[in-house]
């Protein structure tokens, strides 16, 4: 089981490498997603554990990739969803910063209304360079983030030349080897089939 921060974000990185070699990281969080971690863990133990799931969320240089975690491993498995920068600056919202944990909302695509995501203190400084990179800046009091929702130019890294994320795959299909893949982007709204594991084959 994967414990060591360092551990994590390099499984992370390798397993999106994977499906697109020409991206890199820029932030990565782990985030258990329902109510706070204080009433799942403690009021309602095992019972408030079956309410939770675990996502590992990155910011890239192109995309937003949501990939499953698992419990037991503490690894990431399935990619669940890949989120362009544009419709993901749209999608976070209320951002709180605290002492042991943080959290934000998320909509993620074809749910109903956003997803609370709870980070841990262990993963504030890089939910600080999430949300930062992705809203364009730090905070300027503790909590409070900025809540533009467009870049400001010149503020973000210039993404490496490189061909786009696969399409969505049809069940039990895998993206094609690397440099294989299709010149033109993805439709928006196309993601990932949840429950596919481009990782394996």
Known sequence: MA??????????????AAIEPNDR???????I????????NGVLGLIGQLMVKYYFVTLTHRVVVIHRTSRISNRPQEVLYVIPLEQA???????????LWSSLRFQLPN?????????HRIWRAEMD???????????????????????VPGQYPAAPPAAPYPPQQPAGQYPPAPGQYPQAPP????????GANPYQG
């Not at 997603?33 to 799942?40: A, F, I, K, M, N």
């Not at 439709?187 to 949840?194: D, K, L, M, S, T």
């Open 187 to 194: 439709a928006p709204g196309q993601y990932p089939a949840p």
């Open 33 to 40: 997603t329902g109510p706070s971690p204080w009433l799942t």
């Open 25 to 31: 990281p820029v932030a990565i969080i782990q985030t």
């Open 89 to 99: 600056r749209a999608s976070i919202s209320d951002v709180r910063r605290n002492t």
């Open 3 to 16: 414990i060591v921060k360092s551990t994590i974000q390099q499984q992370v990185t390798d397993a999106i």
């Open 129 to 151: 360079a999430f949300v930062g990179g992705l809203l364009g800046g730090a905070p300027g009091v503790p909590g409070q983030y900025p809540q533009v929702q467009a870049p």
């Open 111 to 119: 749910e109903p209304k956003p997803t609370r995501m709870n980070i």
